[in-house]
């Protein structure tokens, strides 16, 4: 076979051979979009509201902290979530182990997609609060949005049992 032909056959055959191996092997499915802020936020607060627990413990609110919550609310509110993040940390830095502003803290971490510290705050928040009823609930839901938003299916599921675990059902009184 001349050298010549086998420059016009060798690309053919190599072409040949790349078609069969990717006829075995089709391109994976796309992943499914990745859900917004908002979206996550949602997932989080609904979490919150669905736990009917026995347990739901509402602490004491400092007046100070609690119009910079209020305020932060606001913002939040009105979509200035940069104001409504610097407010909460004001408050942090006057109730630095408050279960509920750190939540409140970490769902607004969420929505300026600053996803590590939402988690590292969901976490605190778990540490130090009551571990049941629907704060929890949001603690961990927000673990199970950023693990969902990571692609991280198997820290999701982890999370999303904790979530149950949240649950202290009440005694039956008939």
């Not at 191996?21 to 997932?43: E, G």
């Not at 603690?139 to 202290?168: F, I, M, P, S, Y």
Request: include cysteine.
């Amino acid at each position: 076979m001349s050298a010549y032909r086998i420059h016009r056959v060798l690309p053919v055959a190599a072409a040949v051979l790349l078609a069969g191996c990717f006829a075995d092997n089709p391109p994976a499915p796309p992943s499914p979009p990745l859900p917004s802020p908002q979206a996550m936020v949602n997932a989080i607060r609904a979490a919150g509201e669905r736990e009917q627990s026995v347990i739901d413990v509402s602490p004491l609110r400092d007046p100070g902290v609690a119009s910079l919550q209020d305020a932060a609310q606001a913002d939040a509110s009105s979509g200035n979530f940069r104001q409504a993040a610097g407010k909460l940390d004001q408050a942090l830095k006057l109730s630095p182990e408050s279960p509920d502003l750190l939540q409140d803290r970490a769902e607004l971490a969420v929505r300026l997609q600053d996803l590590p510290d939402a988690e590292k705050l969901a976490q605190k928040s778990w540490s130090l609060g009551p571990k049941l009823g629907p704060l929890c609930a949001r603690n961990w839901q927000t673990v199970v949005e950023v693990r969902l938003h990571a692609r991280d299916n198997a820290g999701a599921a982890l999370a999303r049992q904790q979530v149950q675990a949240c649950h202290k059902p009440g005694i039956n009184r008939f």
